[in-house]
């Protein structure tokens, strides 16, 4: 390796070290389904999916709470999603925990995600 440069790490290998995160198990399931379905489109995330992850924040807030947006960054990297999809989902996660009001495209309006939680 050349002088002065640094090797590339994967997100996996980064988090690879780190303590198992706290996130329920409802949360995690929905990780991995937006990790498969970045998969399947080439590495990134597709706007219908954030719009509906956008919904599901601003419907089912008590669901998204209870943890730090850091563990949700960790899943995501354990997940192998990529860092802009995950420093997307991390922000929305974060800012719908702050109590801020996102709005998703209005296709999307009153779509909910499957938690496993009562409500």
Known sequence: MPKGTRPVVSPRQYFRGMPES??????ARIIAILARKTAAYGGHLPWEEEQMLKSDLMISRRFWSGFDADDVRRECFRQGIGFRDTGTITDLVARAQAGRELRPHFVFRGFRLAHDRPR
């Open 22 to 27: 706290q996130l329920p198990e409802d949360i």
